[in-house]
């Protein structure tokens, strides 16, 4: 017998009382098609066609006759900002340049039933060209941009998403699909995930077919107003969690790490999504678990006997728990809090705490050496590396609970599994929660050193196992169509923060990290995925607590960028831009103008106030500085050469001569190396800081002190700006004959008083000479050269030269000169 091709492509929930079931294909006969609820005695309820608007706001596109109208709902794409510059749609009509076209492909900005969109009709002949020549019955793809030239990323469960041989995600037009394929309708009975699930079903004399209803955008709304986690109220406690599609939930209680003790509560379903369950006893310090139950589907993860991580515990023994019952109450808040410096006059360090304490000259147990309590002491020691060096900030890689399965086992920390816990593995005593007392305690012995404390967290991803797949799948996640993990992250999932409750656990464990430990900061790992709303929502929430709180985002991920988008925020970015060009200018393989870019914090284009800009040149990704740059063989810069060496000096100059924030990662001072090696998040034994290093090369820790104490000096305040300068506030010298060399005169136009700095840097092998066009440093001293930095001035022989109105500039060479 002939395959009878199938019928039915959807069925979902809009929200509680409303289905829409999509088919395979328009529905271009008489009447309605041959749906049923559950069997073929019930036809489906209300049948009535969709909207074409529906069909578009989800796909990107509809058709009607002749014509196609491109759609885009503006609240689907919150990262990007299209008053400015618009909205064009491309594709291989236009062969992906639309904006060569003119106005041709560009939407128009429209209000339709109160919702935003930006819509653009067009013949369907015109889509369906390539090359001159018309097709037909093919899938025709396409892709919205800004029109900054921006890729718009298509929506995570678009209908229509198809990936080109390049790994790029498109959404097509579908030849049988063009919006007339959709069908509201009214469920028999109302939704109800304690009922079992339902299904829509086609039938036809010989056929049928059904098709399971699965959760719409519907969910993504769903919010409670009960606070998560444990809770004690007149000699009750309290233990909620929130899992709307659920059927059962059961909270397993014991204070026997064994387990023999346990005993299960039922939970009740109190709101739309919150399951609570009351113990009437003080549980303080006890442990605990969920067992979660409802309907197995492609867009859920429900298995009944996979004990669940509260994701609202405040401690957890380990990664796969259990979690520790704790009342907010009774844990113990810092005594005083600490008051962070402007931004404009930060120098971070980026160190992970087992780097720092693995090889610290302090006498301590090989427990503490592993975590907190042992970085605490060092951090409390004259011996401080970070305090030595001159810092006045740490950025800590990843101290919530992470995946790593080992106390002993080493781990960037980038695997989230809970966000309000301390990492166990960093604990003294994990199974009695010391890990919050000894983080706290972390935290004001840095305070202590007058350092701020920003803490690396990672709003983007879970690790494993992923408990909140375990809660719900398709509330916490960007999934497909077809239920399958959007990996925008390149770690397996995408969390989704835009839902209500993600936001929460976002926004609450944030809130909590500064009120129990007083951290100053946070930079946020892939914060294209956490987004520009949700992001700007929690800038106003912390700011609350926490006035001068530090927020960087790292703005990119595998998905987009939106560095650009966070412009009119409070959030600095990380400036990849700067990482990349520094790289190759030190080599002579970039040329001066970028350098006038940078040196300016990057306001041309990213930043909208100096300290906006992360100005970095490594951090824990990829490989470090030295072996990027380094002239031995296999990336290994190990043992440097004396051109490594020189061309670190280089950096570190700029570094802290541009506008901005200046980044370093821990023993870049000392020339550390990873021996070539690109990716080291699990290797403990290179990252671990070799402080050996800082006496080898005694000569560059001490220059990159020197630069520090000079940028936080108060000659170093004219490179500390918070507000945007005039434009006449860098002069720039450059050399005639094209060389990469550059001069800069800060303070030109004197609009912050009478000083002002004079630094030169030339990359190139051989000297350089530049026009200094009548100015003169006669009124000014050298303090910096290549080699050395004394803030009283260089004596003896430099290796610069003034010769009348030129600029000699040595090879490999930088100078700076204070009036």
């Known amino acids: 017998m002939p395959r009878i091709p199938q019928r039915i492509f959807s069925a979902r929930w809009y929200d509680e009382s409303t289905g829409i079931v999509s088919l395979t294909g328009d529905w271009v006969k008489p009447g309605f098609p041959p749906l049923f609820w559950e069997s073929a005695e019930e036809p489906l309820k209300g049948l009535r066609r969709a909207p074409l608007l529906e069909y578009g706001d989800a796909s990107g596109y509809y058709t009607q006759g002749a014509y196609v109208t491109f759609c885009l709902r503006v609240s ?25 076209c003119g106005e041709q492909w560009r939407l128009e900005a429209a209000l339709v039933d109160g919702v935003d969109y930006y819509l ?103 919010d409670s107003r009960y606070e998560q986690g444990v809770h004690y109220v007149s000699g009750n406690m309290i233990f909620r969690i929130f899992a709307p599609r659920a059927s059962s939930v059961t909270l397993a209680l014991f204070r026997n790490l064994d387990q023999s003790d346990r005993v299960d509560h039922e939970a009740v379903r109190i709101d739309a999504g919150t399951w609570e369950a009351v113990v009437p006893e003080d549980c303080h310090g006890a442990y ?17 006997t996979m004990p669940v991580l509260d994701p609202f515990a405040l401690a957890c023994v380990g990664p796969l728990g259990p979690a520790i019952a704790l009342d907010h109450n009774r844990i113990k808040r810092p005594e005083r809090r600490f008051k962070p410096p402007h931004w404009q006059d930060l120098v971070i360090a980026e160190a992970h705490v087992r780097d720092l304490c693995a090889n610290a000259p302090v006498k301590m147990e090989l427990g503490e050496r592993m975590g907190f309590s042992g970085l605490a002491r060092y ?107 959007m990996n925008w992250s390149g770690c397996g999932n995408t969390l989704n923060c835009a839902t209500p409750m993600a936001y929460k656990l976002m926004a609450r464990s944030l809130a909590w990290l500064v009120e129990a430990f007083d951290v100053d900061g946070f930079r946020f790992d892939l914060a294209d995925l956490v987004g520009v709303e949700p992001l700007k929502k929690i800038e106003k929430e912390l700011k609350r607590i926490k006035p001068g709180i530090i927020l960087i985002a790292e703005p990119w991920s595998f998905r987009g960028n939106i560095a650009l988008a966070l412009k009119p925020t409070g959030y600095a970015s990380w400036n990849d831009g700067y990482r990349e060009y520094m790289r190759k200018y030190v080599l002579a393989q970039e040329g001066p103008e970028g350098l006038k870019y940078f040196l300016n914090g990057s306001l041309a284009h990213l930043s909208s106030w100096p ?65 070539g090696h690109n990716n080291t998040y699990k290797r403990g034994d290179l990252n671990a800081l070799d402080y050996g290093r800082a006496r080898q090369f005694s000569g560059t820790h001490e220059y990159f002190r020197r630069w ?33 060399a550059l001069a800069a005169l800060y303070n030109a136009d004197m609009a912050l008083g009478p000083q002002r700095l004079f630094f030169a840097v030339n990359p190139c092998l051989s000297d350089t000479v530049i026009e200094l066009d009548g100015f003169s440093l006669g009124e000014f001293t050298q303090i910096a050269d290549a080699e050395c930095f004394d803030s009283s001035g260089l004596k003896g022989a430099q290796t610069l030269v003034c010769n009348g109105p030129y600029l000699v500039l040595p090879g490999l060479s930088t100078a700076l000169f204070v009036q």
Request: charged content about 25%; hydrophobic content about 35%; aromatic content about 12%.
């Open 708 to 740: 520090i104490e000079f940028r936080l000096s108060r000659a170093g305040k004219l490179l500390r700006l918070m507000d945007p300068p005039g434009k006449g506030y860098l002069r720039f010298f450059q050399p005639a004959n094209g060389s990469p």
């Open 288 to 304: 605990y678990f969920y067992h979660i139950d409802g309907d197995r589907d492609p867009f859920s993860s429900f298995d009944s």
């Open 611 to 675: 300290a906006q800009s992360v100005n970095y040149v490594e951090s824990h990704d990829d490989m470090c500085w030295l072996d990027r740059i380094t002239e031995n063989a296999g990336n290994d810069g190990d043992n440097p050469s004396a051109r490594d060496r020189r061309r670190t000096h280089l950096m570190v100059s700029i570094l802290m001569m541009s506008l901005g924030i200046p980044m370093l990662s821990a023993g870049q001072d000392f020339l550390r190396s990873k021996r």
């Open 379 to 485: 951090v409390r020691s004259e011996e401080f590396y970070l305090s030595r060096l001159g810092v006045n900030a740490v950025e800590l890689q990843p101290v919530q609970q992470h995946d790593e399965p080992t106390k002993e086992g080493y781990h960037w920390g980038y695997m989230t599994n809970n966000y309000f816990a301390p990492a166990s593995q960093y604990a003294l005593a994990p199974e009695s929660g010391s890990q919050i007392d000894e983080l706290r305690d972390l935290v004001a012995a840095f305070h202590e050193r007058g350092m701020v404390v920003i803490f690396d967290v990672v709003y983007n991803h879970v690790g494993e196992p992923n408990f909140l797949q375990y809660i719900d799948k398709h509330y916490y996640f960007d999934l497909s169509a077809e239920g399958h993990y």
């Open 120 to 222: 653009l009709t067009v013949r369907k002949d015109a889509c369906l060209r390539k090359d001159g020549r018309e097709r037909r019955n093919v899938k025709v793809p396409f892709k919205f941009m800004t029109g900054r030239g921006e890729w718009m990323e298509v929506p995570s469960g678009a209908p229509n998403v198809m990936q080109d041989e390049h790994g790029n995600h498109n959404l097509y037009i579908h030849p049988r699909r063009s919006g007339h394929h959709q069908f509201f309708f009214t469920p028999h009975e109302p939704l109800d995930p304690a009922a079992g699930p339902s299904s829509v079903v086609w039938v036809e004399e010989g056929y049928s077919e059904s098709a399971l209803m699965m959760p719409g955008e519907y969910l993504h709304r769903v």
């Open 76 to 100: 689907r794409y919150p990262n990007y900002d299209l008053e400015s510059g618009g909205v064009y749609v491309s594709g291989e009509f236009n062969h992906w340049e639309p904006r060569a």
